[in-house]
């Protein structure tokens, strides 16, 4: 049975593959439970900082038993784990959350987005989709020609990519994508800041597609019973019985209908 | 060797708790935790009807603490009746149900619904900073405690614990009132009144703007306010604030409490209240203390 619980991994590689983007593996037999859009806790080191920080599965290999998480430096928690050593051991919560309903797209014309720090759980969804005989569209976005993790992504469909800065590819954002390489889908799963999202599901509702959202918010249990990262919701949640789920358990990929960000 | 502790009558295979709010129902955590092995399981704060809570973002990490805000949403007490307490049932230990409300009234109806129901006792929370009407309201001055706990103990079933907030002046007086006015027991603390500001955004981190700090930051004042609380009423005492390990436990013990509650720790840690009930042993076989009645208000003097 797969159960959630914290243990310790150690670290085979870490090392910066943009400025303060970080790309690292841990040794850690929840590498076998993983799916494309869950996420792990990773606790500091320091006492004083108490709470696991979320982060997305970019990879799992589940022959060596290893996670690849692919993260930005956004504090002192994230600072800390960018200076961890291989050979270390670091203490994981996981595997949290639900993954992209892969099942969804297979067979489709499913187009993957990313934006900024929510590209690395495309790498370990394209795999899957692959995997399933299904090759994905994969639109990245980036802020500049600091780019990453593109070579990983190619190997499982055609990506394009879009920066806001117009250096690399399209200019603009994901969607600019869409519309400059004449893209079409079926189905939608994206990853990324909320404005870019926001911008996805309205798309979506224009198009009539399925779109599936990988949300964010400020986490502290990840498993559910804090209640201190919600999302409003359309429709009263099953669990809460009020507009609004938990990111950590129920998400945190939605259906982008059921969502109201 | 007994750990047994009996509070109003109920008897507590041994002294460790959930607090309120850092534990669901229990559900969420008993994939970590056998949940025979504590004491009690104290549920999240439930009102007559379902409450949305605050906006997010509703928490932040603090130095050595963390500030929330979640502002008690909750599914409302027919769900708790239907989905939360059977599935505690399961289990050999005591429900103790957290009630909330924004009115006398909304508490008494919580109360009156739960009358039937195989809860163990009713802890009253009147100290929730992070709800604008009801809450704290109560808690805050000795008068209005007095009133709310005689008009809820009246109408009760179960033994009741008063939940009390540290942020008053004096503890020891809230604590009479509460006593004087027929609670069963005590509970506290409940987080103190916290702010965080981004400084490179000028702004709140919480969308509330303030926030209940919990976590081994508080320990200390939870621990002086465990020791005043208890010294200043008969009724027990039921101590938290920053309890992560059996050490953290057994001084509120020393320090007048009858039982803990082990809360945000259970996020740094989530195995920690099952690690907490086995570490009061070891502690006692150490020291070759044969009844835990030996640790509750044992400090010397």
């Known amino acids: 049975m797969n159960t959630k619980r914290k243990v310790k991994a150690k670290i085979l590689s870490r090392k910066m593959i943009a400025p303060d983007i970080y790309d690292m593996w841990l040794s850690t037999d929840l590498a076998r439970e993983a799916k494309a859009g869950q996420f792990i806790g990773v606790y500091t080191k320091d006492a004083s900082r108490l709470l696991p920080r979320p982060i997305s599965i970019c990879q799992a290999d589940k022959e060596k038993g290893a996670l690849r998480i692919v993260y930005r430096t956004a504090g002192a928690g994230t600072e800390e784990f960018s200076r961890w050593q291989p050979g270390e051991t670091a203490d994981i919560l996981g595997v949290l959350g639900n993954g992209f309903p892969v099942s969804e797209a297979v067979g489709k014309r499913v187009v993957l987005m990313g934006g900024g720090i929510g590209i690395p759980p495309l790498v370990q969804l394209a795999g899957e989709l692959a995997q399933a005989g299904t090759k994905a569209v994969i639109i990245t976005g980036y802020r500049d020609n600091k780019l990453f993790l593109k070579e990983d992504l190619e190997k499982y469909g055609k990506v394009f990519t879009a920066t806001e800065d117009g250096s690399v590819g399209t200019k603009g954002n994901v969607l600019n994508v869409m519309e400059d390489r004449q893209v079409e889908a079926d189905v939608i799963m994206a990853c990324g800041p909320m404005p870019m999202l926001r911008a996805v599901k309205s798309y979506a509702e224009k198009k009539q597609i399925a779109a599936y959202l990988s949300l964010e918010e400020r986490m502290a249990c990840g498993v559910g019973a804090c209640l201190g990262c919600v999302c409003r919701t359309v429709h009263k949640d099953h669990h809460s019985h009020v507009n609004n789920a938990r990111i950590c358990t129920d998400g945190p990929v939605f259906d982008a209908r059921e969502v109201d960000i | ?301």
């Open chain 2, 1 to 301: 060797m007994n750990t047994k502790v009996n509070i109003a009558g109920v008897e507590f295979k041994n002294p460790v708790m959930t607090a309120s709010g850092t534990f669901g129902s229990g559900m969420e955590y008993s994939d970590f935790v056998d949940l025979n092995r504590l004491g009690a399981v104290v549920t999240k704060g439930v009102a007559n009807v379902p409450w949305p809570g605050n906006p997010v973002p509703r928490v932040a990490e603090v130095y050595g603490g963390m500030l929330n805000a979640i502002g008690l949403q909750n599914p409302g007490v027919d769900v708790l009746i239907e989905r939360d307490i059977p599935f505690l049932k399961k289990y050999d230990t005591k429900i103790i149900v957290n009630v909330c409300g924004k009115s006398v009234e909304d508490y008494l109806e919580v109360v009156e619904r739960l009358g039937e129901e195989p809860v163990d006792m009713l802890e009253i929370n009147v100290s929730c900073p992070n709800v604008k009407e009801g809450a704290i309201a109560f808690g805050q001055k000795a008068d209005c405690l007095y009133d709310i706990t005689s008009q809820i103990k009246a109408k009760a079933k179960q033994p009741i614990i008063m939940k009390l907030s540290p942020n008053v002046t004096d503890i020891g007086e809230m604590a009479k009132a509460a006593e004087a006015a027929g609670a069963d027991a005590i509970s506290l603390i409940n987080t103190l009144t916290g702010m965080k500001i981004d400084i490179h955004k000028r702004a709140f981190v919480l969308a509330n703007k303030t926030g209940g700090l919990s976590g081994p930051a508080i320990k200390p004042i939870a621990v002086r306010m465990v020791y005043q609380a208890s010294h200043a009423v008969k009724i027990p005492v039921i101590g938290m604030g920053g309890i992560g390990t059996a050490e953290d436990a057994i001084e509120f013990l020393l320090a007048g409490a009858s039982a803990v509650a082990v809360g945000a720790m259970n996020f740094v840690n989530p195995y920690a209240t099952a690690e907490v009930a086995e570490g009061i042993e070891a502690y006692m076989k150490k020291y070759g203390i044969e009844d835990i009645y030996e640790l509750i208000d044992g400090i010397r003097e």
